[in-house]
């Protein structure tokens, strides 16, 4: 199983970047996707999630600013980001979890502007 993300880089405040997540080596349509990002000294948090049926949800401080898609057909997760505030500013990952075993995207990172 392979994540591959890619969208990062450094954006003004206010900006409106999306990240993008590949898929490889799993049946994506089925699988649950999830964005986490870390910031600089602190702890890795979830920040939005799609399930294979569509649903999503997302972290309170994301929430209106942040949507999580998904094309099954090209095996691949997105993150739209809207309104970026410095705060913001992390390494980005894309996340899945397969009989027990998490899965990993490599990182993007997102630095954001003032």
């Known amino acids: 199983v392979q994540l591959q993300a890619s969208g990062g880089g450094l954006v003004q405040s206010g900006g409106s970047p999306r990240l993008s997540c590949k898929a490889s080596g799993i049946n994506f349509r089925i699988y649950t996707m999830n964005w986490y990002r870390q910031a600089p000294g602190k702890q890795r948090e979830l920040v939005g999630s799609i399930t294979s049926g569509g649903g999503t949800n997302y972290v309170d401080s994301v929430k209106g600013r942040f949507t999580v898609s998904r094309d099954n057909a090209k095996n691949t997760v997105y993150l739209q980001m809207n309104s970026l505030k410095p705060e913001d500013t992390a390494v980005y990952y894309c996340?899945?979890?397969?009989?027990?075993?998490?899965?990993w995207g490599q990182g993007t990172q997102v630095t954001v502007s003032s």
């Open positions: 996340r899945t979890s397969s009989a027990g075993t998490l899965y």
